[in-house]
């Protein structure tokens, strides 16, 4: 052996008994006999023997156990891993076939490679010598996630394939499971009172990311080759179909229905009948690939922006099936809305087993006509949670039940009430009413609000049942103790349990305000307040006008303060002249008697009138002064922190020790204090929200409409009545790459007004 050869030898060595120590050590499953083993061990040690300069001190002669694990680095995809263009019917498949040709310059049939696309995680395997080196899944495309300790448990990658020893090749394909193990997985979940995954899909990407492979190990994942990915040192095949015999004799999965078509009819048939056997197969499937087969031919037709030119999926529609109501139950929400819930006779649709299907509330119920015992057709396409599309009337059965409303909670018996619009039904128990405290908690705890791992709603029933916990901030005084005596709490997770709440402690204010639940409040509301208020005690003491600020004259439009206008310019009269009288004496046009009113109250004289009229300042607006809070979400807040109750819970939790980090330097500081800002028109690079919250982060102020007083309007693309105002009352207009300069330094800012 020449010494080329020799390191070649020694990185093929070492990568593959890293494998098997892997499989050893880790999985407690050799792949191979140790004699085998030894056999390797030997022959690196040979040529490490021969080459002492070589050794490195991660060579397995010089490790004990396992490689380091490297999981969830990130990782750069050599060649990009594409997404794939859509079609949603034949009509939409028929103008990809249409472009193909007319870009290929020709009016032949092409000839495509047709494929199952299979509903799973994409995922890039690169294999250096022959072999597995790393395995990453697709991430954004450019970028994804090392995953290759747990990928190497999966039984048909193969981690090591008949391929020259200097040469590198990606293969690519889907990570899958069968509807059969995904259903066994949830069965053996729900016995253990774990969280079932929704679909197939779902099951296969949380399998796959997990930090300890011993537990991927578990799960029967399997994976499809469609393709290739880099290539180095391997003589390609000319077509896609070349590629993938290739690939399955390599040692590969490649999907079984998959065939080479010519033409649009060709590709239409099969698109049918592949979607005939659908129900029929082992894993879920959502479409057709179909891809140019002529290497050559991809090749001058290229790449758009995320997609090849290619290749396109051809989507199956969204599966339908009839089933029976069985029942209607309400669920109590969080805020205690309650949500009708149509039990229906179990059906296997678009990949899940539908027993539940939310009705949203009574007005859905009285549109569809949905009635207890009706025949309904239900859809579930991708990721999108079931729904009832329409009744079978012809199929109601005599006894068929309407269904009510019911008067009073189910979960704790008090009042229910309508809001205003009726859509809406309440149950009025508030936190007497246990599945609002329930769902309070819940909510708390889950993952974008304090994130306490583990604390499901099993957990939090019981501890309700048991009077440990009443409100979120008894959930910090659970003692090992109390947690230990429940039924079915081992040590191990009381202590896991505890250790979750401790981490929990230490949060944002951001993630802080979202937990409360405060009506209205989303994680991004919540943002946004701790953006522009930086602490709690400021937002617990605002009052509505904090939030909001009206300005002009009720009643006061953009139209009413023209015909104001018009009708200004066509009296005579000294400026010093009461408004009343003036107005007595000739009405304005286009404006009731109660904004009339209005008018004379706030303005003394014509003069006073007109000076408003002049500075754009009669029409009614609202004005935010919070980015992102508009008025019913800040009567919410104020409404919420005006409670003695609320604010027990909250003093509770900052006795637990809850904490945030404080915020940096003092508003007063704050390079842009005292100045204020209106946005208008569109923005290149980021949306108004935005522009408003990185503005107040530097102590601006933004508001809605523009005066005197505004420092400067921020202008992009079409600007409008704004623009023309502030050009009008003199306010200096910065364009977007002014805006951009003065975010990235402060200290361009414009003079003040
Ligand atoms: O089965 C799939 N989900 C699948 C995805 C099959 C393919 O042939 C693909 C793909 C994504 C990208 N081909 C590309 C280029």
Wanted: glycine share 8%; with cysteine; aromatic share 6%.
């Amino acid at each position: 052996m020449n010494e080329s050869d020799d390191r070649q030898r020694l990185a093929a060595l070492r990568a593959e008994i890293n494998q098997h120590n892997f499989r050893y050590y880790v999985l407690d499953r050799p792949a191979v006999p140790d004699a085998e083993y030894d056999a390797l061990m030997r022959e690196l040690e040979a040529i490490e023997a021969k080459h002492p300069d070589w050794i490195t001190p991660d060579s397995p002669t010089q490790t004990v156990g396992a490689p380091p694990s490297h999981a969830f680095e990130t990782v750069e995809h050599q060649v990009p891993m594409l997404s794939l263009d859509n079609a949603f019917d034949a009509d939409e498949f028929a103008a990809f076939d249409r472009r193909v040709r007319e870009r290929l310059g020709h009016d032949q049939p092409v000839t495509y490679l047709a494929e199952p696309k299979f509903d799973g995680l994409a995922i890039s395997l690169t294999y250096e010598g022959g072999v597995l080196a790393r395995a990453a899944t697709r991430g954004d495309g450019r970028r994804g996630e090392d995953v290759t300790d747990n990928v190497r448990t999966i039984e048909t990658v193969p981690f090591r394939v008949d391929l020259p020893g200097d040469s590198r090749i990606e293969i690519r394909g889907e990570v899958v499971m069968t509807h059969a193990s995904f259903a066994e997985i949830n069965r053996r979940a729900e016995r253990r009172g774990e969280k079932v995954f929704a679909n197939p899909r779902n099951a296969a990407a949380g399998s796959l990311r997990q930090k300890d492979p011993r537990v991927t190990a578990r799960r029967p994942l399997h994976f499809f080759a469609y393709g290739i990915g880099a290539a180095e040192g391997i003589e390609a095949p000319e077509t896609q179909s070349g590629w993938l015999d290739w690939i399955e004799r390599l040692g590969f999965a490649v999907a079984e229905h998959r065939d080479r078509v010519e033409g649009l009819e060709a590709a239409q048939a099969f698109h049918a009948s592949l979607g005939e056997k659908r129900a029929g197969l082992a894993f879920d499937i959502d479409g057709v690939v179909f891809k140019v087969d002529s290497l050559a031919d991809q090749q001058r037709l290229g790449f758009v922006a995320r997609a090849p030119r290619w290749a396109i999926a051809w989507k199956f529609p969204a599966e339908e099936k009839l089933t029976q109501v069985r029942d209607v139950e309400f669920q109590v929400g969080r805020t205690g809305a309650l949500t009708p819930v149509a039990r229906v006779e179990p059906v296997a649709v678009g990949g899940v087993t539908v027993a539940n299907i939310t009705l949203h509330n009574m007005d859905e119920i009285e549109r569809k006509d949905v009635r207890i015992g009706d025949w309904v057709r239900v859809r579930r396409a991708g990721d999108v949670i079931p729904e009832i599309i329409e009744v079978l009337p012809e199929k109601r059965p005599d006894d068929a039940r309407k269904i009510e409303l019911p008067g009073t909670c189910p979960e704790c018996g008090s009042e229910v009430l309508r809001d205003e619009t009726q859509a809406v039904a309440r149950c009025t128990g508030g936190l007497y009413c246990p599945a609002q405290r329930r769902e309070a908690i819940r909510h708390f705890a889950s993952r974008r609000a304090m994130d306490i791992d583990g604390l499901g709603e099993k957990w939090i029933t019981l501890f309700l049942e048991r009077h440990l916990v009443e409100h979120v901030d008894d959930l910090f005084r659970l003692n090992r103790d109390d947690l230990i005596a429940l039924p079915r709490m081992a040590e191990k997770s009381a202590d896991n349990l505890l250790a979750s709440l401790e981490r929990a402690k230490e949060t944002t204010l951001a993630r802080f305000l979202f937990a409360l639940g405060i009506p209205l409040v989303g994680s991004e509301t919540a943002d946004d307040l701790a953006t522009h208020f930086r602490s709690l005690t400021p937002l617990r003491q605002a009052k509505v006008e904090d939030f909001i600020e009206g300005r002009g004259i009720v009643g006061i439009g953009p139209k009413r303060e023209e015909s104001l206008r018009e009708w200004l310019s066509a009296q005579s009269a000294e400026p010093s002249t009461p408004l009343a009288d003036r107005v007595a004496a000739s009405r304005p046009h286009g404006i009731d008697e109660q904004t009339l009113e209005r008018v004379t109250a706030a303005f003394e004289t014509v003069g006073d009138l007109a000076r408003a009229a002049e500075q754009g300042q009669l029409q009614n607006e609202t004005i935010t002064k919070v980015p992102g809070i508009g008025p019913e979400i800040a009567r919410s807040i104020v409404a919420f922190f005006k409670q003695d109750h609320n604010n027990e819970v909250i003093d509770g939790l900052l006795d637990a020790g809850i904490s945030w980090p404080a915020p940096k330097g003092p508003v007063e500081d704050a390079p842009l204090t005292g100045k204020t800002f209106v946005i208008t028109g569109s923005l290149p690079d980021m949306t108004r929200d935005e522009a408003a919250a990185r503005l107040t982060a530097l102590g601006a102020k933004v508001t809605g409409s523009v005066s005197s007083k505004t420092s400067a309007l921020i202008a992009g693309e079409a600007g409008g009545s704004k623009l023309a105002k502030a050009e009008k009352l003199g306010v200096p207009v910065l364009n977007a790459e002014a805006l951009a300069r003065l975010l990235d330094d402060p200290a361009n800012i414009i003079a003040d007004p």
